[in-house]
C-alpha cells in the first residue's frame, strides 16, 4: 500500500482511503459490494438504516458513519454480518407496502432486497409507506426525502 491517506485491511485486503473517509469507502475500495440505503450524497450518511454494518476491530458498526482510521481490520464478509444487514434489509421492507419491491424501475431498496433474497411474497409486512430507519421514500428509482 502506497500513497498518502489511512491504511485499512478489509476481509484480509490492504488498501489506501483518503483522510476522513468512512469504512464504507474502504470496504468499497477493497471490491466488496455492501448496500448503503440511508447513505446519500445529496444528505450524508445516517447511519440508521443498519445495511452496511460490518465489524472494525471487533465492534459491529456502520460503515457509513464510522471514520476509517489508519490500520484498521475490517470484516465485512462473515456470515453472521451478513445475517445481520439481511436483518436490517427485512425490517425496513416489511414497513413497505409490497409495491415497494416490484416494479419496471426497481428502487435501491427494491435492488437490495432481490439480491439479500427478500421479495414482495417473503417479506412480512405490517403497513406504513415510509421506511422508518432513514425516513425516505423511494420513487422511480430516485430517493427522496419523506413528508413530514
Request: proline share 7%; net charge negative; hydrophobic share 35%.
Amino acid at each position: 500500500m502506497t500513497g498518502s491517506g489511512i491504511e485499512v485491511e478489509v476481509d484480509g485486503t490492504g488498501v489506501t482511503v483518503p483522510e476522513g473517509a468512512s469504512l464504507l469507502v474502504a470496504v468499497r475500495a477493497a471490491g466488496v459490494e455492501l448496500p448503503s440505503l440511508c447513505s446519500d450524497d445529496r444528505i450524508g450518511p445516517a447511519g440508521s438504516c443498519r445495511t452496511c454494518l460490518v465489524r472494525a476491530d471487533g465492534s459491529v458498526v456502520a460503515a457509513c458513519v464510522t471514520p476509517a482510521a489508519s490500520g484498521a481490520h475490517v470484516e465485512a464478509a462473515a456470515d453472521d454480518l451478513r445475517r445481520l444487514r439481511r436483518d436490517a434489509v427485512e425490517l425496513i421492507a416489511s414497513a413497505l407496502p409490497p409495491r415497494a419491491l416490484t416494479g419496471d424501475n426497481p428502487s435501491e431498496l427494491a435492488e437490495v432486497c432481490r439480491s439479500s433474497g427478500i421479495g414482495p411474497d417473503t417479506a412480512p409486512s405490517y403497513g406504513a409507506g415510509t421506511c422508518w430507519a432513514c425516513r425516505c421514500t423511494t420513487t422511480g428509482g430516485r430517493r427522496r426525502p419523506a413528508a413530514s
